[in-house]
């Protein structure tokens, strides 16, 4: 078998963007080239891998399956030209670290902070989004090390090695005026009614107020804001309710800007999970940091 690296990366990118227009346009090539590449690829593997879907185009069942594969292999080789300049004394050990908004938001600099202090020669970067978009990061081998809520499923998590860090609270927020703060505690049902402020989709705070509102019934309106910051200053301003990470919000919750309104029935808490791939050999910085943050996340502040 005959695969090439321009194949894998041209297949891909199609997956990725949804039509070999835009794929092209992303590697920076011609049309044809890449429709050459897949149909090369295609060959090479005997079965169709992509089909046409409207105006753009979709994996079938055997692109799908395959995909991992692929993005593995490019993800590895990739890894390993940097190590290796990275071996040679060419460049400093680079770390890539992902993290959802609000574990970057709260403990993830300070873990940051630590490790730096003990390696000077290590290069750390951070890349912020939601929950979706870190685990594909990760997945495609664009970062090291990921900090998630939620580790991933749907087949995915045989891909991952992941380790939980640290306790993850939810607490309902609300604005300081809002009359059920001031109760001794509040039932589901109370909630009927409220206006919900969400993150937008593919975030793992998202999903938790959806599944709470799903799983009690409630009739309750909602509103879609893009950031943990604007949530918290809509919620402030009395525009809405929501469950928010404890970590993500205990500043406004000392200083008295949010109140929590005291739920008796308030879901669990996912713990925060450091996670990185399991697919290949690992770097030293890679493993070491894993051992670090397992070690070191759960820790105060100071």
Do not use: C
Request: proline residues 5%; hydrophobic residues 45%; without cysteine.
């Amino acid at each position: 078998m005959a695969i090439t690296l321009t194949q894998l990366r041209s297949f891909l990118a199609v997956i990725r963007s949804g039509s070999v227009t835009a794929a092209a346009e992303e590697l920076v090539v011609t049309q044809p080239s890449i429709s050459a590449a897949v149909r090369a690829l295609t060959r090479e593997i005997g079965t169709p891998l992509l089909e046409r879907d409207g105006r753009g185009v979709t994996p079938t069942a055997a692109g799908r399956a395959f995909a991992p594969y692929a993005t593995d292999i490019i993800g590895l080789l990739d890894r390993g030209a940097a190590a290796a300049v990275e071996a040679s004394g060419a460049a400093e050990s680079g770390l890539r670290i992902a993290a959802v908004t609000t574990a970057a938001e709260s403990f993830v600099p300070v873990l940051l902070k630590r490790y730096a202090s003990r390696n000077h020669d290590v290069d750390l970067t951070l890349a912020v989004g939601n929950r979706e978009r870190v685990l594909q990061l990760l997945l495609r081998r664009e970062a090291d090390i990921a900090f998630v809520g939620r580790p991933p499923s749907g087949g995915r998590e045989g891909r991952i090695k992941s380790q939980s860090v640290r306790p993850n609270e939810l607490v309902l927020a609300g604005a300081p005026e809002e009359p059920l703060t001031k109760k001794a505690s509040v039932t589901a049902a109370e909630l009927n009614g409220s206006r919900w402020l969400l993150r937008e989709q593919g975030s793992g705070t998202r999903t938790a107020n959806e599944d709470y509102i799903a799983a009690n019934g409630l009739t309750v309106s909602t509103l879609t804001l893009g950031s943990n910051g604007a949530i918290k200053q809509a919620v402030r301003s009395g525009l809405g309710i929501s469950f928010l990470a404890r970590d993500s919000v205990a500043s406004e919750l000392e200083s008295g800007a949010l109140a929590v309104i005291p739920l008796t029935n308030v879901p669990p808490g996912r713990p925060w999970h450091v996670m990185r791939s399991s697919v290949g050999p690992k770097t030293g910085v890679v493993t070491d940091f894993f051992d670090f943050a397992v070690a070191e996340a759960d820790k105060p502040a100071g």
